[in-house]
């Protein structure tokens, strides 16, 4: 049965009760680039700490679970992390996945999610139909939420605007952190997609630079640019070829990005150095795995 939220605030806090349970943490309402969104993780918040931590998951994803972790820990780490003010309109969890890229990897994680057994007590209008997420307010027509070229109406659904904080932003945000926080299935999809993505990462490397025998480190810092976009419109590949083919590869792919995301690197720095093994395992194109 549909679970009933209840938004509580507090100021610039939004809070929510699920039926009769006792009140959680969403957000706080801020300002961002002329936008107003909420936004969950800083010092003092109340969140929840559901942390991702990769050997909750070594056994289901062996080493994957690790590769993704320095990510992990440059995103803040946190299951329930959320930012409604940019024009991504709605990034949930510890990859900050972003809903405005079609086919992206919110919009895979979500589908998933869509498919868990508790979906509808979560979001009982909303279903995967032909692979694309539609919503349906009578239980017969179906309106797509995607489109190959377009995630505008998903956005929309879950963020109606970025002027304001709104209503069903508040409990689209709710909905998700507390399936999230209730419901190990929701933690693993989260997991999954992550290294989903990741592999597709390293796929798209091999594919374009040529990775066989790289090591895991260099891997991991390739995969982070990626996934971060820090590399620069239409230069990202260009800058990945050329650490490649210099002197010091690893010391040339954490150059990329400075001076603006210097916290950020020093941060993947640490996690690389200490996590022996991703100099020790190495890239295998034949095998498309760490070997």
């Not at 895979?108 to 307010?137: K, N, T």
């Not at 800058?239 to 001076?259: D, H, K, T, V």
Request: proline share 4%; hydrophobic share 45%.
């Amino acid at each position: 049965m549909a679970l009933l939220f209840t938004i509580l605030r507090t100021g610039n806090d939004f809070s929510c009760r699920a039926g009769a349970d006792k009140p959680f943490f969403v957000g706080r309402r801020v300002p961002y680039e002329g936008n107003i969104g909420l936004y969950n993780i800083f010092s003092g918040a109340k969140l929840e700490k559901r942390n991702f931590v990769a050997t909750d998951f070594e056994g289901q994803s062996g080493f994957w679970a690790h590769f993704i972790e320095p990510t992990a820990l440059c995103e803040g780490r946190n299951f329930l992390t959320l930012n409604t003010y940019d024009r991504a309109a709605f990034t949930f969890g510890f990859g900050q996945f972003a809903a405005h890229v079609p086919g992206g990897d919110f919009v895979r994680y979500f589908r998933a999610m869509l498919g868990l057994p508790e979906a509808s007590d979560y979001f009982p209008h909303l279903a995967v139909i032909g692979g694309l997420i539609h919503r349906s307010e009578d239980g017969v027509s179906a309106v797509p939420l995607e489109t190959e070229s377009s995630t505008q109406a998903l956005m929309n659904y879950l963020n109606p605007g970025l002027d304001e904080v709104q209503d069903s932003e508040v409990i689209a945000a709710a909905k998700l952190i507390h399936w999230t926080a209730a419901s190990a299935s929701a933690r693993k999809t989260q997991v999954d997609q992550m290294i989903a993505t990741f592999r597709d990462f390293m796929l798209r490397a091999d594919r374009r630079l040529g990775i066989d025998g790289l090591a895991a480190r260099e891997c991991c810092v390739i995969a982070d640019i990626l996934h971060h976009g820090r590399g620069g419109r239409n230069m990202t590949w260009p800058r990945l070829q050329s650490a490649l083919q210099s002197g010091n590869p690893y010391e040339a792919l954490l150059q990329i990005g400075l001076p603006p995301w210097l916290e950020r690197l020093r941060t993947l720095r640490r996690a690389l150095n200490a996590r022996p093994a991703f100099m020790a395992l190495k890239w295998n194109s034949a095998a498309q795995n760490f070997v």
